[in-house]
């Protein structure tokens, strides 16, 4: 699998790199990098089948997600940068920063695990399965639950409309296929060989999988820094957008 990356760049300066999550697409970062484009560069894309990106036409593993980021980064003359990433994203990140360490200057994962656990790779063969046979739109509401806290989804806000907007109008095969993606994730010895400085970052009423994985992250790779985002659920940097973005440009010194 080779795939060409389209790029949305804003600012310029140290290049970070944003990784969405399952679902979502590369306007999710829309919310948070603002700030950020105006002391550096921001790099964020869309997954295949995401947003504007399609599907492909056959299977592919995290690793493969992993590849094409590095080779499009390299065709755009970066060298180096931070690498930002929620999920889906941050299984792309481990992956990224264990086998091509030079590439990367500082390391982000956010609400994401090294694996999945039997139980969950079972409920990740429903998805697909539910995904390819109704369609994404029939599970939005219990993933709107999984993505943020009952009070923030009260609210009458863009971020909650965004995420409607984006579920509604995926590919159901693109989401499938990340789904069986995430069942194979395999990550956890690639923690070992992640020596860049690390910050890892979780909603504090996230699953149990992943606030457990933020402390197995802690012993496992070699230079991290936890904080916490509360109250917030999966989709942390946009239910805690302030405190995101504080603790992330104070972490990559921007």
């Known amino acids: 699998m080779t795939h060409e990356i389209d790029f949305h760049i804003r600012g310029n300066g140290q290049p970070t790199v944003f990784i969405h999550s399952l679902g979502l697409d590369h306007k999710l970062w829309d919310f948070c990098i603002e700030e950020l484009s105006a002391t550096s560069k921001t790099l964020s894309y869309d997954l295949p089948g995401h947003g504007n990106n399609p599907p492909p036409s056959h299977s592919y593993e995290i690793k493969n997600l992993s590849?094409?980021?590095v080779e499009s980064l390299k065709r755009h003359g970066i060298v180096k940068a931070n690498f930002v990433g929620l999920s889906i994203g941050g299984m792309i990140a481990q992956h990224l920063a264990a086998n091509n360490p030079e590439i990367v200057e500082k390391l982000v994962l956010i609400d994401t695990t090294p694996t999945y656990s039997e139980e969950w790779k079972k409920n990740w063969a429903e998805?697909?399965?539910i995904a390819r046979t109704r369609g994404v739109k029939v599970m939005r509401e219990k993933l709107l639950e999984a993505f943020f806290t009952t009070d923030f989804l009260t609210q009458d806000s863009a971020e909650i409309e965004y995420?409607?907007?984006?579920i509604n109008s995926i590919s159901a095969e693109g989401y499938a296929l990340a789904c069986e993606a995430l069942a194979l994730g395999e990550m956890e010895k690639y923690a070992p060989l992640i020596v860049a400085n690390t910050l890892i970052m979780c909603g504090d009423q996230d699953n149990i999988l992943f606030k457990e994985a933020v402390h197995w992250f802690n012993e496992n790779i070699q230079n991290t820094k936890v904080e916490w985002l509360s109250p917030a659920q999966?989709?942390?940097?946009?239910e805690c957008q302030k405190d995101f973005i504080m603790h992330l440009k104070k972490f990559l010194e921007l």
């Open 67 to 69: 590849n094409d980021l």
């Open 127 to 129: 998805r697909a399965s």
């Open 163 to 166: 995420c409607r907007s984006a």
């Open 234 to 238: 999966h989709v942390s940097p946009l």
